[in-house]
């Protein structure tokens, strides 16, 4: 019943931009921390940026800060990922989640997971 599916993914040039959504069913998004992560094959899962519900305060890490911006759309259940830039090594399964308020990027406070979504930066 509870479920987080991720979309606009897909291929893109280096230099492009995508979008990705994480749209919650079953429960609303409003209660929660919303968390991006990101893993490469062969590489350990990393957190890239989340986005609180209490304050509105944002989290980006350093290797697509600038170029990423995470946002929410609590009365869509959305949340968002923009994507500028991309290069080859953003190329990645991105998952999105909802976490514990107050949190970021804790695994352990992860509530929710989306199934994950393939984002592939090439020429």
């Known amino acids: 019943q509870f479920q987080l599916e991720e979309s606009g993914g897909g291929l893109v040039q280096p230099g492009g931009s995508l979008r990705l959504s994480c749209t919650a069913s079953g429960f609303t998004l409003d209660d929660y921390t919303i968390g991006w992560f990101r893993q490469a094959p062969g590489k350990e899962r990393e957190g890239i940026a989340c986005i609180s519900n209490s304050d509105g305060s944002r989290y980006v890490t350093d290797s697509v800060k600038g170029r990423f911006t995470i946002s929410r759309d609590n009365a869509k259940n959305t949340a968002y990922l923009q994507m500028n830039s991309l290069k080859p090594e953003d190329t990645a399964v991105y998952y999105c989640?909802?976490?514990?308020?107050?949190?970021?990027?804790?695994?352990?406070?992860?509530?929710?997971w989306g199934q994950g979504i393939q984002v592939t930066v090439s020429s």
């Open positions: 989640t909802a976490e514990a308020e107050l949190s970021c990027l804790i695994q352990g406070a992860v509530n929710y």
